[in-house]
């Protein structure tokens, strides 16, 4: 009896209609988010992380996350991002929006506060902190901070090391089980 040849299964990723895609930006839409058109930093990191939380809470980030969030900007960040696109090459790939993100941390954030807050995130130690005050300001900084703790083990990581040490250990093992980190 002949064999059948094996064919590997592929996920099948198809790109949206748009249609689909319009459907998608209305509900987008509908939640409301905040537009950004100042070059305030802070605003930019509180615009950017609120279109992000829509996005993650729809489900949309990798597919329509970019897209959506610069929709989102007007004024001095639409130029800004206008010119960034202009001046990309037609053949490059496309960012993440963390990758946005970084861009106008770049453009929007002098470098002189961004050394400060590496500086300052750097030595970050819970010491005589509680563990909630602690997580405050590991967030606050880490925001601020983006490229430092980007990916979620890494941040975690960073996290744990700060804790005090009666409390490090145990938190340790639970980074080295298979318990994965969201």
């Not at 590496?118 to 509680?130: I, V």
């Amino acid at each position: 009896m002949p064999t059948q040849p094996v064919v590997s299964v592929q996920p099948v990723v198809k790109e949206a209609t748009h249609e689909e895609q319009h459907l998608r930006l209305v509900r987008f839409k509908k939640y409301h988010p905040p537009t950004f058109s100042s070059l305030d930093s802070e605003y930019a990191y509180g615009i950017l992380g609120e279109c992000y939380r829509i996005l993650h809470a729809m489900g949309i980030v990798e597919t329509s996350g970019v897209a959506f969030t610069t929709v989102q900007l007007n004024e001095a960040a639409y130029q800004l991002w206008q010119a960034y696109e202009l001046g990309s090459p037609s053949d490059a790939t496309s960012l993440s929006l963390v990758q946005v993100l970084e861009v106008f941390l770049r453009e929007f954030v002098p470098q002189t506060p961004q050394y400060a807050w590496h500086e300052e995130f750097e030595p970050l130690r819970e010491g005589t902190m509680s563990v909630s005050e602690y997580d405050i300001i590991f967030n606050e900084l880490s925001r601020h901070t983006p490229t430092l703790v980007s990916i979620v083990r890494e941040r975690v990581r960073r996290f744990i090391e700060g804790l005090r040490h009666d409390i490090q250990f145990s938190m340790a093992q639970e980074l080295e089980s298979d318990v994965p980190f969201q």
